[in-house]
């Protein structure tokens, strides 16, 4: 896709839209700055995103199973017996006993999260876009759903059967260092990102759309609720966009430098790259659809390079309706494509965007 939105089109002068944008929602990986996929044209007047992200997460890391903690929470039980809940004393001090220097985690929980996102231009070439997002741990309702989603279809449960419903048990230690949250559901503010954006080229007949992003994460979300870090984070980015017809392509590269993950100063934490391609197909005038395909790394592949050492994939798609000149809807789904220990499992996204 970046090499097919290099290519020269002719450019069609769409309403500023831009692509499908989501966060992986996971506990441990949206502690950290990763890159969304980002418009290489900026908007020609300011914009307010409204962006309303419901995600359900079941994952835990490989070797949970090797404590007994973690045997008796998702270990086989006996038919008619209640579901475990979660002892996190317990394993946090068997994991600090034992002698692997891997971490173990758990995260069972649905997350809330509302991205509000204000992007103004300077012209055509220099753009600010601060993102404040608010984000909440709850037991949530949907994992029946999901339980009964991958039965139909045959797909690996990961020992859902085993653990309580609707419950928030978040979990990780590594060493003597560890912290749980069950709750309960307060909502507060995350990681608040500030992004500069440079666009040397705008899409025209002749060339696709170019910008570069420098991008940063500052510590205002509370790490004891697996909210934010605790550490500033950088990030740095290249974007293109290419127009073929009622299609448009979208290709984001970014990479991102992070800080330590307060609480765990002993618990590595790793630079990652993100890559993220996208189209709209806009199959009505005031309608289009939007497909977003996504690989992210993660900041602590190192700690658990077993379960977190390798790349996520996720992919999301929604339809978008222009209600007026200056307001669109948009309603998404989310769903991971490999990696369940490092994603959510499956996701709703509702949006609004208002151009004063």
Not at 44 to 72: C, E, I, M, V
Not at 156 to 183: D, M, V
Not at 286 to 308: C, K, M, N, V
């Amino acid at each position: 896709l970046m090499a097919l939105a290099l290519l020269a089109a002719p450019a069609d002068p769409w309403p500023d839209g831009g692509p499908f944008r989501f966060v992986n929602a996971h506990p441990l990986h949206a502690l950290f700055l990763d890159t969304p996929v980002l418009d290489a044209n900026l908007p020609r007047h300011g914009t307010f995103d409204a962006r309303l992200q419901q995600t359900n997460t079941w994952a835990s890391s490989n070797n949970l199973t090797l404590y007994p903690a973690g045997f008796a929470f998702i270990g086989p039980r006996p038919p008619g017996t209640p579901r475990r809940r979660l002892d996190p004393v317990a394993l946090a001090a068997e994991v600090s006993a034992g002698a692997s220097r891997d971490g173990v985690f758990v995260a069972d929980t649905e997350t809330t999260r509302l991205d509000l996102i204000y992007t103004q231009p300077f012209g055509d070439r220099w753009g600010l876009e601060l993102d404040v997002p608010v984000v909440g741990h709850v037991g949530g309702v949907f994992d029946s759903t999901v339980d009964n989603f991958h039965a139909w279809f045959g797909y690996p449960n990961a020992n859902r059967p085993a653990t309580p419903r609707n419950l928030t048990q978040i979990f990780f230690a590594r060493g003597t260092e560890s912290r749980f949250y069950g709750g309960p559901f307060e909502p507060t503010f995350g990681d608040v990102v500030l992004r500069a954006t440079h666009a040397p080229l705008r899409e025209t007949a002749e060339h696709c759309a170019f910008a570069v992003s420098v991008a940063v994460k500052a510590p205002t979300g509370p790490a004891s609720r697996f909210v934010g870090s605790g550490s500033w984070d950088y990030g740095l980015a290249s974007s293109v966009r290419r127009t073929f017809g009622a299609v448009r392509v979208y290709a984001t590269l970014g990479h991102a430098w992070h800080g330590r993950w307060k609480g765990f100063p002993n618990t590595p934490v790793k630079g990652t790259w993100d890559f993220h391609a996208g189209t709209t197909w806009r199959f009505a005038p005031h309608w289009a659809f939007d497909t977003t395909i996504t690989r992210q790394e993660h900041a602590l592949g190192d700690a658990l390079p077993g379960s977190l050492g390798r790349a996520a994939w996720l992919i999301g798609g929604n339809v978008r309706h222009t209600l007026s000149r200056r307001l669109t809807f948009e309603f998404g789904l989310l769903e991971n494509i490999t990696e369940f220990n490092n994603t959510y499992d499956a996701g709703l996204l509702t949006a609004l965007r208002w151009s004063p």
